[in-house]
């Protein structure tokens, strides 16, 4: 039962730790909003948007509620947002926090998991690790890498699916003509942070494999060297 928990927690500790770097990246807002012309479709100026996304962050990793995010929109001071999509940012920062959550418990299983190998049998547990690296990895890869191919032909699909399970009210249904939320952040902006995620998570397990792969390859080799000496009789 403990290994095949720890199959599952190391894609769960992957996959959320690459998102949980996504949503606090200001890179991939900036990216976004330059690629989309956020600028010109909002009338936020590019330094006024930095702002925003760094606001829209320190809501996400803080406790205070509601969101309160004030900017100049072709010049004039005014609340960003409306209270349909005061309350969806409240439901998404809560989606956040899951996220949060499952990646430092995966992380804090992974670390009990393996010091209990350590302890139990030293040394000799790293080959032991390797393989279920391995197992795991692949586990990683195939969850990963099928979500990414699904968001690759059908993403419109899979983020209205996502949104349906994710939320319990249809507040994420709001008008890209009038609100801001979406405006800022069009579908095309979440099918990229989409793809970001996946590469990196697929990055991040594809080193983790060669390592381990490289462990048991090394411990082959050096067992067939030892079988291959010749000991002498004198």
Not at 87 to 111: E, N, Q
Not at 150 to 169: E, I, P, R
């Amino acid at each position: 039962m403990p290994a095949a928990l720890f199959i599952i927690a190391l894609p769960l500790f992957v996959i959320t730790a690459s998102v949980t770097w996504a949503f606090n990246n200001p890179a991939i807002y900036q990216d976004g909003f330059e690629k989309y012309n956020i600028s010109a479709v909002t009338g936020i100026t590019e330094a006024d948007l930095e702002q925003v996304s760094a606001d829209i962050r320190a809501y996400f990793n803080s406790r205070e509620e509601p969101l309160a995010l004030q900017t100049r929109v072709f010049g004039n001071e005014q609340e960003l947002f409306k209270p349909k999509e005061i309350v969806h940012m409240r439901d998404v920062k809560r989606l956040v926090w899951g996220i949060y959550i499952l990646a430092g418990a995966s992380a804090i299983y992974l670390f009990l998991f393996i010091g209990a190998g350590f302890l139990r049998q030293r040394r000799t547990y790293i080959e032991v690790l390797s393989r279920r690296v391995l197992w795991s990895a692949g586990f990683t890869l195939i969850i990963v890498v099928g979500v990414g191919l699904f968001a690759l032909v059908g993403f419109d699909t899979l983020f209205l699916k996502f949104h349906q399970l994710s939320f319990a009210n249809d507040f994420w249904q709001l008008d890209p003509r009038t609100d801001f939320l979406v405006m800022l952040f069009p579908q095309d902006f979440w099918f990229d942070a989409t793809m970001w995620v996946a590469l990196r998570a697929i990055a991040a397990t594809l080193i983790i494999s060669a390592l381990s792969g490289g462990y048991l390859v090394y411990l082959r080799k050096r067992g067939q060297e030892h079988s291959g000496k010749v000991i002498s009789p004198l």
